[in-house]
């Protein structure tokens, strides 16, 4: 029963209303007509159920890192999911750019790291902790340090002893880590 029509948010495609159905997530216009928009999302994205809340910033924003994926043997992983002007949901895992070697950043379990970590010779240690005092990383702050050498913002972190501090967080001097600056 739709009792309860729940605007999740706006189709990237005609700018109706999102709403959400049994199976997922529907536009407005997407009456089964020809011409009409066509635009679908699966409740269900990579064996991973979603919410409305992500679903929402997936529509707002475009991009949204989550964990919680898995593969057919379950293995679980995070990844970025990007929807495309044609409201087509893709996976990407690269990130950024590495400003130390200027190979690929991906998102992995415990932490952004260099596709060149494991090149021959010339092997690239750069990482960025997906937690870093408390704060997890989002997908803005890694662009802006991989990007810029900084982030614009100052992000709210925790001591040991629970005390809250602010800081940015920016590339050490020698571009292998990320340092509070
Ligand atoms: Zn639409
Ligand atoms: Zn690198």
Known sequence: MDNETKIIGRCPVCGGNVVKTCKGYRCENNTGEDGK??????????NRKMSDDE?????EKRSI????FATKE??????VLVMGDDGVISMESIVARCPRCGGEIRVGAKAFNCSNYRQEGNPCDFVIWRNIGG??????DVREICADGVT????????ENGAIYRRKLG???DKTKVIKV
């Not at 679903?55 to 529509?59: D, Q, R």
């Open 152 to 159: 614009s913002r100052e992000i709210e972190m925790y001591g």
């Open 171 to 173: 590339l050490s001097p």
């Open 55 to 59: 679903i929402a910033k997936l529509l």
């Open 135 to 140: 704060h997890l990383m989002t997908l803005d």
């Open 65 to 68: 890192l989550l964990d919680g």
């Open 74 to 79: 379950w293995k679980a992983f995070p990844t």
């Open 37 to 46: 928009c066509g635009l679908f999302i699966n409740g269900v994205i990579g």
